[in-house]
């Protein structure tokens, strides 16, 4: 343990970062920059190459950086496991979604743990990052990568560190993140702590990887409720004739004891309408019901369903019927300014207007294509003529580079689920909102 901190202190490491999406590029680009050598692994040859190639696919991250680095030779990427023979330090960054059934799919963990344990040897750390159940490290990954004789928190070194990375956000990004670390052992613990230090300014050390796998859930588990909250007075707004905009804005005054969240559409992202439904799903195991998470999650499922029934009140009150009206959605990323549609209330909106015989089309120029078991569509080249040719324009995404003053004067008819036509003078009549 000493000789493998000593080598991590003086950068004398070779890094792997198992998964090169949203969460893995950008950690190995900091352990990059930081000046270890750091080598990202992943299935998909075509993220693998570009890479290499020095460019970027997640928007959080310049080509030129990446750039930069490879041709420094600090960070390049390969779909080949075998590479671990000669890596000291591996972080795991991959998928944990959720199941038809609602149940935790960790195939992506599980098949990282396979590909780890054919090449673990000695004075090696293992961190996993994949948001997962209370557990899940200790329970599942590490049997699945110990069980060559190697002993954990002497010979190999094992933590969890949920991540925590907000696509878009342009102050708190990997560094300046604060960055949680629990151990298998506490020995485990502080090799982890000396290889993150390099790439994060401020570790919070816990003291087990249960606890750092149930700070994530906690996170997460918060806002998913707290948005469910927010959408729940959204519709006892609506049916009390009050502007819920007004009532929240209102209430974020108060300097104390209030936290502001905005009503919705729905939830979208790969984390909060899934990472809590994994304590849930945990917690049956146990015979508890988490009524929170079940709760929050059932609103905020439902939140597409109700804008339909907003859309379909809208074309009503100016004769229009559903069947055959062609309805504009404007942005389909989950969140203003990325391009991330993982679980985006879109999806759910789009699918529910075509079982209605709805036209339906869409304009969003982080999105260029969408699709589900059902239909597939291109976003609209031209975002104000097809604002001119729709019956219906929805607001599900409000992008920062949208002209919105242009599309309230061009629309017929608007539902703003996100308030985005806030201070634009508007003809009141053909504006329906959450």
């Known amino acids: ?27 190995a680009v900091e352990f990059a920059s930081a000046g270890l050598r750091t080598t ?5 040859a075509e993220k693998v190459q570009q890479v290499n190639d020095g460019g970027s696919y997640v928007p959080d991250v310049p080509g030129e950086r990446i750039k930069a680095l490879v041709a420094d030779g ?7 496991y075998s590479v671990l023979k000669d890596v000291d330090c591996v972080s795991v960054c991959v998928p944990t979604p959720l199941r038809k059934t609602k149940d935790p799919d960790i195939s992506y963990i599980l098949d990282a743990a396979d590909g780890i344990a054919r090449m673990l040897h000695k004075d090696m750390l293992i961190v996993l990052e994949s948001t997962t159940y209370p557990g899940t490290t200790e329970e599942v990954f ?23 990375v907000d696509p878009g956000n342009k102050t708190w990004q990997t560094r300046n993140t604060p960055k949680v670390i629990g151990g298998v052992t506490e020995r485990c613990a502080e090799v982890a702590t000396a290889l993150y230090q390099h790439a994060v300014e401020e570790i919070v050390p816990v003291s087990s990887a249960t606890v750092a796998e149930m700070v994530k859930l906690l996170e997460n588990t918060f806002r998913m409720v707290n948005i469910g909250l927010v959408n729940e007075m959204a519709l ?4 009390l004739g009050v502007n819920v905009w007004e009532v929240v804005e ?11 969240f905005t009503p919705g559409p729905g939830l979208g992202g790969h984390c ?25 999650s059932e609103i905020n499922a439902n939140m597409p369903r109700y804008v339909v029934g907003r859309i379909t009140e809208a074309l009503n009150a100016h004769g229009k019927p559903m069947k055959g009206s062609k309805i504009l959605i404007i942005g389909a990323a989950y969140k203003p300014d990325v391009d991330d549609a993982r679980e985006s209330p879109a999806l759910d909106i789009i699918t529910l207007l075509a079982s209605s015989d709805c036209r339906v089309s869409y304009h969003d120029p982080y999105v260029p294509r969408l699709s589900n078991e059902t239909w597939e569509l291109e976003s609209e080249s031209d ?15 409000n992008h920062s580079d949208y002209d919105w003053p242009q599309v309230a004067k061009e629309a017929s008819l608007l539902v703003d689920t996100r308030n985005a036509l806030a201070g634009i003078p508007l003809d009141e009549k053909k504006v329906f909102g959450l």
């Open 250 to 260: 209102a209430a974020a005054t108060k300097p104390f004891g209030f936290m502001k």
């Open 272 to 296: 909060i309408p899934i990472d809590p439904l994994y304590l849930s799903w945990k917690m049956k195991e146990l015979k508890y019901t988490a009524r929170f998470i079940e709760l929050a």
């Open 40 to 44: 990202g692994i992943d299935v998909n």
């Open 142 to 164: 590490l049997p699945r990568i110990s069980s060559n004789g190697l002993e954990v928190g002497k010979d190999v070194f094992v933590a969890f560190s949920p991540e925590r």
């Open 1 to 27: 343990m000493a000789n493998l901190i000593k080598r991590i202190k003086s950068k004398d490491v070779h890094i792997a970062v198992v998964g090169l999406g949203y969460v893995g590029l950008p950690l």
């Open 74 to 80: 600090l960070l390049s990427a390969t779909t080949d």
């Open 236 to 239: 006892i707004c609506d049916r």
């Open 383 to 397: 975002l104000m003529a097809a604002v001119r040719a729709a019956d219906c324009v929805v607001i599900v995404t």
